[in-house]
């Protein structure tokens, strides 16, 4: 138990929420702690063992943060998250994110309403009904239990990579937070988004490991995979995976943020639609990266296909959403977001000792991108 971090809630107004009887917390953890055994302990903080508490906050927004306290680190999960990600799983499935199921007569649409633009996602819903085909259901729960190893593995990139030590060095309190609210205080500005930037293409890599569950050998201290069947079925599927886990995260930051992509003031993280497009080029990247192979074709059809299929059943899920601006629809974005990935990778390299004398374990991503030790010659640096 932390005194320290119940001590923080309630400074900052959240009760925490006992979560030793919820089902659907427990397992998120067991899942996470054992995906991240090796990483966390050869992790270290103040020269001791690094211990990482996760606690559940008694709010309805969809939110989260990590920090680091004297004694150990935490990351804070608002408890909304749970249910509204599981119903717009189940929605989007029966909504025919999959060939195989869709709307019909006697399948009607799934339909709850969001708040749009508002901070609140979570008050106004009761939860959808389990789906009639268990092929369905099994699906649903995959996709929302891996948004949820999503958003963690995001929270622990922040605190692994360092970036939370860099940020107390800066700020009141040694806490990077997903939205920010007046009592938290946030550190916004370029380097700030290249953090954000870093905890999702981590926490991107960490979900395809998971669903792909390569062979991994290590080549000069660089992880190399060998993909094999994964339990998760033909690699097609599950990138279609993880692109609607990071896509849904996106498309939901995307309703409580209405700025204009094109305008170059640093943020603190990047715009929504940069986020999701990231899924895009980490997964083509990793694939050559770790591979030595490159996937690039196979990636675009998944992207497009998971791209048409996730916009009809959001559509179906949220009526709402069709008085938002289109997602992602302005081929002019690509020009934005390749220029804003400069920034990035600027940003990174100039950041990149400072981070590295606080990071807890493991190696950053270089300052400047080098070629895999094991594919030398391949035109890949990462
Ligand atoms: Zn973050």
Request: charged letters at 25%.
């Amino acid at each position: 138990m932390s005194e320290a971090f119940f001590e923080l809630a309630r400074e900052l107004g959240f009760e925490v929420w006992p979560h030793d009887d919820d089902d659907d917390v427990i397992t998120a953890l067991h899942r996470f702690y054992g995906a991240n055994q090796a990483r966390l302990q050869d992790g270290s903080k103040n020269g001791g063992d690094m211990v990482v508490d996760v606690f559940v906050l008694d709010h309805p927004d969809l939110n989260a943060f990590a920090v680091s306290l004297p004694d150990e680190d935490v990351i804070a999960l608002f408890k909304g998250m749970f249910p509204l990600l599981k119903n717009t799983m189940r929605g989007l499935v029966n909504n025919g994110l999959f060939a195989s199921g869709g709307i019909s007569d006697d399948n009607p649409p799934f339909q709850f309403a969001i708040p749009a633009r508002s901070a609140v996602y979570g008050h106004s819903y009761n939860e959808l009904p389990k789906l009639a085909k268990p092929k369905h259901e099994e699906l649903a729960s995959d996709l929302y239990g891996l948004t949820v190893q999503y958003i963690l593995s995001h929270e622990l990139a922040h605190i692994y990579n360092g970036h939370c030590d860099w940020a107390g060095q800066r700020q009141r309190l040694a806490l990077i937070s997903e939205m920010s609210s007046e009592k938290i205080g946030v550190h916004s500005g370029l380097e700030r988004e290249t953090l954000e930037w870093d905890a999702d293409c981590w926490a991107i890599q960490h979900l395809l490991q998971i669903v792909l569950h390569p062979d991994v050998q290590i080549v000069d201290g660089i992880s190399a995979w060998s993909l094999k069947e994964s339990p998760w079925g033909p690699i097609d599927h599950a990138l279609k995976m993880v692109l609607v886990a990071v896509l849904t995260c996106a498309r939901f930051w995307s309703l409580n943020d209405s700025s204009d992509y094109t305008d170059p003031t640093p943020r603190e993280h990047p715009h929504p639609y940069f986020r999701a497009l990231t899924a895009f080029g980490q997964i083509d990247h990793v694939l050559y990266f770790r591979t030595g192979q490159k996937h690039t074709q196979m990636v675009a059809r998944v992207w497009n296909e998971t791209m048409d299929a996730f916009a009809s059943s959001w559509m179906e899920l949220f009526p709402e959403a069709a008085k938002e601006p289109a997602f992602l629809a302005d081929p002019a974005i690509h020009d934005v977001y390749t220029s804003r990935l400069k920034d990035y990778a600027r940003t990174w390299a100039a950041m990149h000792d400072e981070l590295d004398r606080v990071k807890r374990g493991g190696r950053l991503a270089p300052a400047i991108p080098k070629p895999h030790p094991a594919y030398p010659a391949r035109d890949v640096s990462g």
